[in-house]
């Protein structure tokens, strides 16, 4: 059998038998567990880490150098004018030299760290999407079916933006800041120790405030993450949705459903950046407290002649440079935050159980008919709630079974079980007495081809579409696969013909085109047991003979199971199982079922009656 390459089909909202629709709201995990983890994602980087640190050293140490030359310049020009002697020129005009050479430096090594540090934060973004999409690929479809979609694209995208802008920005500034901390704390030690000791008495206090302050923020920050990806899920669904919005007039309670989302959004929003917002000035006061403290200090020194007034200067200077980085310490930890709340959930996303590893059973499914056996099997999304509850059907290679019943009965869900994407709680289903346990998902999907009524086309050329069934599928088999499925005539009307570039909905082709290309791609797939979903129900009445022609020609040799909506479409089903709260209530061909005058009966007879008299 040809190598096939499938993928789950589309999450339909409302399919019977199918999950419930849950939101789960995020937990706010440990602030250092969560900040731990994700520096683990810069450990590899750690050598352009140690090049940024040391950038960040020299572009540091030279703004930290230029206060106390400024300072020797005043005391020069303050020593002549005292003494009543000439201003040394020479000697400031050397200095004014240094000062020039060393804000030049300063500014090429400020450089060279944002340029390390950008490719720093672009490639560990990179790895850390890589991670994301290979954990999407190996969650179960359990997964998908309790997460709205919008929730699991913010985690995606703005989770991971924010992570993005919050390495390259907060570490830089973390890694600068604590070299000029470092940096001006040695320099004001240097020049006079009382004066330090004066300043470093309000150090702890703005300390204290930061950590007091990003205890509370924190949780403000989980939530507005998870706000927005609440916001972002309502606008996909809409967005995705808005035909159906508009035609039952739900523009009203669509929008008055977004606003109540937009207003918690901007509460903890608002919440969050406030009190994260007074951090700022509250290092501001904080460094003003001090600034005063050296003023008066200071000038109680120069007065006694125990300190130069350049080197006081000097040191007011450098009690500024310390304030700023102790300022930015409140807008870096206000980042580092957001970058944690977003780390949370793209964590929480990637610890999500994923389903277990499987290897290939060591079979030629290419030697398999397609004999397919359910031994009482039972199941439910929920545990104490089964849709499936003793399922038993033996299905003859080359058969067609149709399956029809009410919303929730469980069609959906054989599908599901078949494909197996979902385990079964109890008893087992086989293929040619190969129970599908023994197999692994890959060799199982192998097996099978899907026909849906939601069809799903790709941004891709028409026979990028259709060569999706069979990865390797020369041009000669795209082209009979489009002519087997009555596909071919309409493709060649088209402009660019199979190179006609589908757009992101394919709404540049009708949705009978559409259907034509999924059955054309199930043809090309070549599989021995396929899924049909009524792919008929929404399409003119020539087209629907097209594509009945087309599933026909697809169904013969092959196990079909069908799932009916409209009975008239299934008249020549081998076999017909007519299911009521997850059970086989009634079995038999159409004239049987007709006969037994039971459930299926009225059923047809209902809509036969309804067809009639429209």
Avoid: C
Avoid at 206 to 219: V, Y
Avoid at 316 to 328: G, R
Avoid at 373 to 400: D, R
Wanted: proline share 3%; hydrophobic share 45%; no cysteine.
């Amino acid at each position: 059998m040809s190598n096939n390459r499938k993928m789950a089909p589309p999450r339909r909202h409302g399919m019977g038998g199918g999950p419930p629709h849950m939101m789960h709201g995020e937990k706010p995990k440990e602030f250092k567990k969560t900040l731990k983890r994700l520096v683990g994602y810069l450990k590899p980087r750690k050598y352009q880490l140690i090049l940024v640190a040391i950038a960040a050293i020299f572009s540091t140490l030279f703004n930290v150098v230029s206060p106390k030359l400024l300072g020797n310049a005043t005391t020069s020009i303050f020593g002549s004018i005292t003494k009543g002697i000439g201003i040394d020129f020479s000697f400031l005009s050397r200095l004014l030299l240094m000062l020039i050479g060393l804000y030049v430096l300063s500014a090429l090594f400020a450089y060279l760290q944002q340029y390390i540090m950008a490719g720093v934060s672009q490639k560990t973004t990179a790895e850390l999407r890589q991670a994301v999409n290979e954990k999407l690929t190996k969650l179960p479809l359990r997964y998908y079916d309790q997460h709205p979609h919008g929730d699991v694209l913010s985690r995606v995208i703005n989770d991971i933006d924010n992570i993005n802008n919050s390495i390259q920005q907060a570490l830089s500034q973390l890694i600068t800041s604590a070299i000029m901390i470092i940096g001006t704390i040695i320099m004001m030690l240097v020049i006079s120790p009382i004066l330090t000791l004066v300043l470093l008495v309000t150090l702890p206090l703005g300390a204290f405030a930061i950590r007091f302050i990003a205890s509370f923020s924190q949780k403000h920050f989980v939530n507005q993450q998870t706000e927005l990806g609440n916001v972002n899920g309502h606008i996909e669904e809409m967005f995705s949705g808005h035909q159906v919005v508009k035609a039952f007039g739900q523009e009203k309670a669509s929008i008055e459903k977004f606003d109540a989302m937009n207003e918690r959004l901007y509460e903890s929003g608002w919440k969050a950046q406030f009190i994260s917002g007074i951090m700022m000035p509250l290092m501001t006061f904080v460094g003003n407290i001090g600034y005063v403290f050296v003023s008066i200090a200071g000038g109680i020194l120069v007065l006694n002649r125990s300190i130069f007034l350049g080197d006081v200067q000097a040191f007011i200077q450098y009690t500024q440079q310390l304030s700023q980085p102790m300022a930015q310490a409140a807008g870096i930890a206000n980042m580092i935050q957001t970058a944690l709340a977003s780390a949370e959930r793209v964590f929480a996303l990637l610890d999500e159980e994923e389903e277990r590893l499987e290897e290939p059973a060591a079979i030629n499914l290419d030697n398999l008919e397609g004999n397919i056996s359910f031994n009482h099997v039972q199941f439910g999304y929920e545990a104490e709630k089964p849709v499936i509850k003793n399922l038993s059907l033996n299905v003859k290679s080359g058969q067609t079974i149709a399956i029809v019943g009410p919303t929730g009965a469980g069609k959906t869900t054989i599908i599901n079980l078949l494909m197996k994407f979902y385990e079964i709680n109890k008893g087992d289903i086989t293929v040619d007495h190969i129970s599908l346990r023994e197999l692994s998902r890959e060799q199982v999907r192998s097996m099978f081809a899907m026909v849906l009524q939601d069809t799903w086309l790709f941004n891709g050329t028409i026979r990028d579409n259709i060569s999706y069934g069979r990865e390797g599928a020369t041009e000669k088999e795209i082209i009979q696969a489009a002519k087997s499925a009555y596909a071919d005539d309409f493709i060649r009307t088209l402009p660019d013909g199979y190179d006609t570039v589908l757009t992101e909905d394919a709404s540049n082709i009708s949705q009978g085109q559409r259907q034509l290309l999924t059955i054309a791609r199930a043809i090309l797939a070549n599989p021995k047991i396929l899924i049909l979903d009524e792919a008929t129900s929404s399409v003119d009445t020539r087209t629907e003979m097209n594509i009945q022609l087309a599933m026909n020609e697809l169904m013969v040799g092959r196990t079909s199971f069908v799932i009916a909506h409209r009975l008239s479409t299934i008249r020549d089903a081998d076999t017909i199982l007519v299911m009521n709260d997850g059970d086989i209530i009634e079995k038999g061909s159409h004239d049987e079922l007709i006969q037994q005058n039971g459930f299926y009966a009225d059923l047809y007879r209902s809509q036969f009656e309804a067809a009639s008299t429209s």
